[in-house]
């Protein structure tokens, strides 16, 4: 059974941090390119940021570079989004998800390549 489980969500003031972590269970971490998405209500789900299987590239939404940093431990079977300068903005459900394709080089930044994925984290951020 594949799980995808997110943790670390919660409520930051203006300019504070909050570090997200995923999990991938029941296939080979490895294999993955992991990415993190978010859904504010009214809209679309995006992207945020995403890491290649092996690390090797790593991409970001505009609206976060210099601000996000994504990450993974492939021992630990894990990907973080660490977020710093948060804004109201950044309010959202955060989604992990995982995908395994050889078509897209580089992080997928779309929905469909990711095969896996979490049921969210809210994050929540006070102005």
């Known amino acids: 059974q594949v799980q995808v489980v997110e943790s670390g969500g919660g409520l930051a003031q203006t300019g504070g941090s909050l570090r997200l972590s995923c999990v991938l269970s029941g296939r080979p971490f490895i294999n993955y390119d992991m990415g993190w998405f978010r859904q504010a209500p009214g809209t679309a789900r995006a992207f945020v940021a995403g890491?290649?299987?092996?690390?090797?590239?790593?991409a970001y939404a505009d609206s976060v570079k210099g601000r996000f940093t994504v990450s993974r431990d492939n021992a630990k079977n894990t990907v973080y989004l660490q977020m710093n300068s948060l804004k109201p903005e950044d309010t959202a459900v955060y989604y992990c998800?995982?995908?395994?394709?050889?078509?897209?080089?580089?992080?997928?930044?779309?929905?469909?390549?990711?095969?896996?994925w979490g049921q969210g984290t809210q994050v929540t951020v006070s102005s």
């Open positions: 998800a995982a995908g395994r394709q050889y078509t897209i080089v580089g992080v997928p930044t779309t929905l469909s390549p990711y095969d896996y």
């Open positions: 890491v290649t299987w092996n690390g090797g590239d790593t």
